[in-house]
Nanobody
Framework: QVQVVESGGGLVQAGGSLRLSCAASGSTFSIHAMAWYRQAPGKQRELVAC???????NYAPSVKGRFTISRDNAKNTMYLQMNSLKPEDTAVYYCNAGIYAYGRYTPLDYWGQGTQVTVSS
């Protein structure tokens, strides 16, 4: 069994910052790549950023330069530092464990409950 739990969401004004955390079971960080997804009202769930076991990262064009994904394997925790937040970043953010190879991320069925991020104008 693999479990992931998101935290750190909340309300913030446009231009502000927020840091999300994802706590996972030990096995998640030993054998899986990790990623952050988000789902805004009326939109499909989209990949925001992903990180490999070795630390390689990739970002959606809409967040590149503003968000930073990182992981601390010793603490079994993944983070998403979000800066210069915009109202369009408003969504429920989900943590996921999966496979990342050759620039492609494939999610496995390991999802957290999600954490709400709301950015006001």
């Amino acid at each position: 069994q693999v479990q992931v739990v998101e935290s750190g969401g909340g309300l913030v004004q446009a231009g502000g910052s927020l840091r999300l955390s994802c706590a996972a079971s030990g096995s998640t960080f030993s054998i899986h790549a990790m990623a952050w997804y988000r789902q805004a009202p009326g939109k499909q769930r989209e990949l925001v950023a992903c990180i490999s076991l070795g630390g390689s990262t990739n970002y959606a064009p809409s967040v590149k330069g503003r968000f930073t994904i990182s992981r601390d394997n010793a603490k079994n925790t993944m983070y998403l530092q979000m800066n210069s937040l915009k109202p369009e970043d408003t969504a429920v953010y989900y943590c996921n464990a999966g496979i990342y190879a050759y620039g492609r991320y494939t999610p496995l069925d390991y999802w957290g409950q999600g954490t709400q991020v709301t950015v006001s104008s």
